[in-house]
């Protein structure tokens, strides 16, 4: 599910989501960088952007170009994340930091189900 507060901008890049994630409210994702040529004149600042299956991504969390989370992670609410992240991650802060790998097993995050 992706919050219709989301914004994800494809404008020069892609963006992968991967099944039964959970993109919430205020949440960022960049697939390009317009400063990039400042700081080297051949980066265009073109990018991409990959999000594994089952990833919750809280409120107001940023991610940008280039960056891969891997399945079952969580990216924590105004996390910024700038850097990969392995599988069954909680990034949390800005810069993001992995604080815990997560124990399985997951949840599908799109299933309504009681347990």
């Not at 890049?13 to 205020?26: A, E, P, R, Y």
């Not at 299956?53 to 990216?75: P, Y």
Request: proline share 4%; net charge neutral.
């Amino acid at each position: 599910m992706i919050s219709l507060g989301a914004k994800i901008d494809v404008h020069r890049g892609s963006v992968i989501i991967g099944d039964n994630c959970l993109i919430t409210s205020g949440v960022k994702i960049l697939s390009h960088d317009g400063a990039s040529r400042m700081l080297n004149i051949d980066d265009f600042g073109n990018g991409g952007v990959v999000i594994g299956n089952n990833v919750f991504v809280g409120v107001n969390a940023v991610i940008l170009k280039d960056v891969h989370i891997g399945d079952n992670s969580v990216i924590g609410a105004g996390a910024i994340v700038s850097k990969d992240v392995p599988p069954k991650s909680l990034v949390v802060g800005n810069p993001g930091k992995v604080i815990r790998t997560l124990e399985g097993p997951f949840p599908i995050l799109n299933d309504h189900k009681r347990y």
